[in-house]
């Protein structure tokens, strides 16, 4: 399972990005997806996942109301929206993929390499 990130990069608080994950000889139609940030010095959170069959997600606290995960298997894609950010969602971003959706939290088999977002004035 190879994933690959894009989408990062600088903004200032209170913008958008939106990150988009992408798989190479597989569908992520096929799995669940998910979306995980290590800021520097902190543990890596799992903050969004979408499952497989209804598209059922799970956001964490700390983006809830502001982040949106989304997929279009036609594109075999998965999105995540990111809207009103704040300096403390600088983090680098992965895109993981695992089978099991839980609604507080999945957990992923794969991991793609990651992209910066930095939120700064």
């Known amino acids: 399972v190879h994933l690959v990130e894009s989408g990062g990069g600088s903004v200032q608080p209170g913008g958008s990005l939106t990150l988009a994950c992408t798989a190479a000889?597989?569908?992520?139609?096929?799995?669940?997806i998910g979306w995980v940030r290590q800021a520097p010095g902190k543990e890596r959170e799992g903050i969004s996942c979408?499952?497989?069959?209804?598209?059922?997600?799970y956001y964490s606290d700390s983006v809830k109301g502001r982040f949106t995960i989304s997929r279009d298997n036609a594109k075999n894609t998965v999105y995540l929206q990111m809207n009103s950010l704040k300096p403390e969602d600088t983090a680098i971003y992965y895109c993981?993929?695992?089978?099991?959706?839980?609604?507080?939290?999945?957990?992923?088999?794969?991991w793609g390499q990651g992209t910066q977002v930095i939120v700064s004035s």
């Open positions: 000889g597989f569908a992520l139609g096929e799995y669940v």
């Open positions: 979408i499952s497989i069959l209804d598209d059922s997600t």
């Open positions: 993981a993929a695992g089978i099991i959706f839980n609604d507080y939290g999945c957990p992923y088999d794969s």
